[in-house]
Structures are given as structure tokens and as C-alpha cells.
């Protein structure tokens, strides 16, 4: 038998290395099992990104499974202090978090423009025809929350649905203006503290950004979040949170548009009310998460805007 030399076996061994780094650094399990901490207790990701289901999603100018290798300093330190949302692009999972101070412009414009412009819903019809009437949704959803309700809420929507008949044993309503909508606009569903129409259930109203509901855990039997992910601070904090608070085998009613087609040009154009912009790898990496009951990709709700999203509803899996 020839003898294999050292040279010749530290060689493949560093090979193999270099492949994994190169190829596979992205995968979960590849040569030593190591189990995905999917609540993200365990990581930080070095403060340099955020924890979505076990994957650290790093901020522009950081790589690795742990967000531990800066690779290119120059952006970084050009955006330390920046609110320009071009900072705030990564290459493969577009912008899914913006800092602090980017967001409050954000969060005060969107509570100034539902006092401005007098209405009494935001696009049911839309979001009713995306999800075809709700069809595919269960009529129980036991304890449920709804994220970024707005002050007119999807959820008055779906229990006004003609031959729908929907049981909620208790409803909590969360967005950071919720208390600026309850007093500043006229047709707000939730005025009096409860959903007009609907004051027989027992109703808890929160105005509090949605990256601070981390203290949840198995709380509700079903969240709905509808177009909301574009509007807040930290989209992965956010989808997080829902993966907490939700209950194994919960449902997930998610509305959301991704939007990998405005990254093609150099000339990204800001939106002051719309600072999250994600692409199609993160809303994919969470959704996978779930068993599918409806998924409307690509609806004419979004395309009649020139937008591309889904429509989505899923079963938490019970994962061990």
C-alpha cells in the first residue's frame, strides 16, 4: 500500500476547507452537525447583523455564519454615521434593516399621512382579492395578533368577509402609531379600543414598534401582517419575533412584496416612507419555515403597481 505523505494529506485537508468557505459557507450542517438555534437565542451575530432563524442576515460590509469578518471596510466606515439608504443595501438580501433615525422619518410620515388623507380602509379589495376571499384561511384563529394594523386594520376585513364566519377569542393590535391613530384620524376601526362592529372581542391595543414584541414566546395562534415589513426599522428583527410568538403549528397570514427588480440600476431611488426594501432570498428563507396552505405569487393586487410580492398563508412547522 503506498503511504500517503503529510504534505499530500494537509493539502486536501486545506482544500476542503477552501471549498467549504468558498461554496458552502451558507448551508446549516455541512461537515460537523451543528444544530440552528431557530428562536436565535444563542447569537448575536456579533451585533453586526440580525438572527433570522438561525441565519445571521449581516449588514453591508460583513460576511460569514456569524457576521464575523469585515470585508469591506470602506463601506462600513463611510456609513457609520450615514442615513443615506444606499448604506443600507446588502448585495444579496437588498434592505432589511435601516437605522433608528432613518426609520422615526419614516414612522412620522406615515401617522401624518392617514390624518391628511381621510379614509376608512387601506386597499381591503386588494389585499381580499391577493388572499381570494380568505378561502384558504381557517375560521378559528384563537388568540391573533395583527402587526402594523394601521389605524383601519386587514383584520375588519377578513371578519366582514360575506360567508366567512371567523372566531377570534382575543385580538391584539400592534403599531407604533396605533395611539396617534386612535386619537388624530376620524375613521380609525379601533377608536374606542375595540374593532367597530366587533366589540364583543376582547381587544389589547399596543403602540410600540413590532422588533420590540421579542419577549414573546408561543403567544398566538395566528399573526397577520400585511405590506407592513416595508415600514419598519429591522425587517429580520420583526420576522423573528413572528417566528417566536407564534404557536407550533400556528398560522401565519403574510402580505409582502419583495423587491429585488429596483436593484438593478445604480440610481436607487429613496422613499421616505418606505425604507425596508427586501428581496426575494430573505421573505424566501422565512416562508420555508412554514407549511404552505396559500401562496398567490406575483397577484395582480401587486402587479397592477409594477410590484412583485405574495399573498401567503402557512402553518408554522413543528420543528424539534
Known sequence: MRKISFLTLLTGLLMILIFYSIFLRDLTVIIWPMPRDLTCHLHNCHKRGTCLIGKCFCRPGYDGMDCETAWNQSIIDICATSNDDKCFIHPLYGIGEVSVERWKKAVNQEGNFWVIHVQHEDRWNDHLAGFNNYKMLPNDLGSMVELGCGPFTQTLSILRVKGKHVNIRKLTLWDPNAKHYMNQVKHCSYKNGTLVGFDYIPTIIVSLPSEEMHSYINEFDTILMINVLEHVQNAYQILQNIYNSLRPNGILIFGERWWDQLYTSENYKTD????????????????????????????NSYLKYGHNGSYFIGRKKNLH
Open 272 to 299: 421616505t416612507l418606505h425604507p425596508i426594501r427586501i428581496k426575494y432570498y430573505a421573505w424566501k428563507w422565512f416562508t420555508d419555515h412554514f407549511e404552505k396552505l396559500y401562496d398567490a405569487r406575483n397577484h
